[in-house]
């Protein structure tokens, strides 16, 4: 394990990188040493550092929970970040391209907590007991360290990649849909670029979340009434550019856009 001097000085590194948006070199290429335990170590004290500006933690999102996801980043566990309330937008904003490093979209469903949920233990059916509303939601993925050749404690130490979140569609109640089969249609420029069903999420999306209150269990924390969850992507990430404008089609239960300029 890396000691706290160390780890204070990543965290303070990532922070800079988030406001000049000029990616940091690999941690792993630099601490081949540093576990995953570090990686999380190094997210909390980011929370820390961004709550003691102002920030307010709104929720957690969670990443690399489908085979598209794992395929498309080589990195084949689940991990988790953090949601901050100024990274929440509504459906039909504009992004600005630059504010992001390396920006790419994911296709996701969030589940709006009415209920803690606690771990170890926590179960599928406990997430559905404790969720008021799932809606569609895109994931601005961002990146503060280099991207070639990341691992997960690269991941993780990056607040699992997580840039912003676009929040629409037609929220529903968990059970009165299958959750299982929401599928998606993501477009850039009118084009189709991805498809995908929910259930590449863990084989069902609701699986993201109880894994979730069980992993941050040992460390005390629980998932949270009023939080919102990201719970995972199920088609490839898209990249972007500026001038893109990002439609997504959920069928019934509606659609997202945005636009980067």
Known sequence: MLDPKTIESIADELV?????????????????????????RVQNLWRQRCEAEGRRLAGRKIG??????QYATGITEP?????????????GATLQWDRYTHPRVEVELAFLLKED?????????????????????????DSRIEMEGR??????????????????GNPVRPDDIDLRWVAAILYKNQVVEETGVAAGVLNHPAAGVHWLANKI????????AGEI???GSFTRPMWVNPGDTVFADYGKLGTITCRFE
């Open 117 to 141: 949920i606690a771990g170890p233990g926590a179960t599928l059916f406990d997430v559905l007991r404790a969720t008021e509303y799932v809606t569609p939601a895109l994931e601005i993925l």
């Open 151 to 168: 691992t997960i404690v690269d991941t993780i130490a990056d607040n699992a990649a997580m840039g912003a979140m676009v929040v629409g």
């Open 229 to 231: 969850i990201l719970a």
């Open 64 to 69: 690399l929970t489908s085979k598209a996801m």
């Open 217 to 224: 269990a040992p460390h005390g924390d629980i998932l949270k």
């Open 79 to 91: 991990d988790y970040g953090l949601i901050f309330e100024d990274m929440i937008l509504e459906n």
């Open 16 to 40: 800079e990188a988030g406001q000049t948006r000029t990616p940091v070199k690999r941690l792993t290429a630099r601490y081949p040493e540093m576990t995953v335990e570090d990686s999380y």
